[in-house]
T-cell receptor, first 108, second 113 residues
Framework: AQRVTQPEKLLSVFKGAPVELKCNYSYSGSPELFWYVQYSRQRLQLLLR??SRESIKGFTADLNKGETSFHLKKPFAQEEDSAMYYCALLLNDYKLSFGAGTTVTVRA | DGGITQSPKYLFRKEGQNVTLSCEQNLNHDAMYWYRQDPGQGLRLIYY???????QKGDIAEGYSVSREKKESFPLTVTSAQKNPTAFYLC????????????FGQGTRLTVV
């Protein structure tokens, strides 16, 4: 069965330090992967998708099919990056599954 | 204003009663989704619908039912068979090809007493 795993529930980093959020998936087909973010008192929203291969708010994520991973990285964390981050997997039948989420706290 | 709207924001029900949560979108999206968000468990998929008059069970469909009679609407009924219905429920919609970005409602917090 397809699955998205985010091993870290909580992540705390200092401002200016690098941050990496781990995401692993299990799916035998061709995956479409995303990172969504939920800031305090805001709706869940798309941060980036692997197809676009873009950098959003300084974040990047590379799909590694060999390791079935889609880790999210940012070289210099900012206080406004404090939020809940979800990795998501879209399957061919439009099923959109999310991981358990990682709460990131960036300390000054 | 385009968007996805869930109502009500807070809902209280007595144990044993069915309750229906509303989700409406005017984004012309074909696919719609219902999730349950519990602390430490992330977003768990209850039901999803790729198109009008069709829907599929997600990972935790037991005790829930849905309908998709209109493209804009995807109501979720929490039945008395759901053993632990108190939770935060999120609805989302998406065009599942091209720009595959899901848009979320603001959520409904259901409390069963």
């Amino acid at each position: 069965a397809q699955r998205v795993t985010q091993p870290e529930k909580l992540l705390s980093v200092f401002k200016g330090a690098p941050v990496e959020l781990k995401c692993n998936y299990s799916y035998s087909g061709s995956p479409e992967l995303f990172w969504y973010v939920q800031y305090s008192r805001q709706r869940l929203q798309l941060l980036l998708r692997h197809i676009s291969r873009e950098s959003i708010k300084g974040f990047t994520a590379d799909l590694n099919k060999g390791e079935t991973s889609f880790h999210l990285k940012k070289p210099f964390a900012q206080e406004e990056d404090s939020a809940m981050y979800y990795c998501a997997l879209l399957l061919n039948d439009y099923k959109l599954s999310f991981g358990a989420g990682t709460t990131v706290t960036v300390r000054a | 204003d385009g968007g996805i709207t869930q109502s009500p924001k807070y809902l209280f029900r007595k144990e044993g009663q069915n309750v229906t949560l509303s989700c409406e979108q005017n984004l012309n999206h074909d696919a719609m989704y219902w999730y349950r968000q519990d602390p430490g468990q992330g977003l768990r998929l209850i039901y999803y619908s790729q198109i009008v008059n069709d829907f599929q069970k997600g990972d935790i469909a037991e005790g829930y039912s849905v309908s998709r009679e209109k493209k804009e609407s995807f109501p979720l009924t929490v039945t008395s068979a759901q053993k632990n219905p108190t939770a935060f429920y999120l609805c989302a919609s998406m065009t599942p090809w091209g720009n595959t970005e899901a848009f979320f409602g603001q959520g409904t917090r259901l409390t069963v007493v």
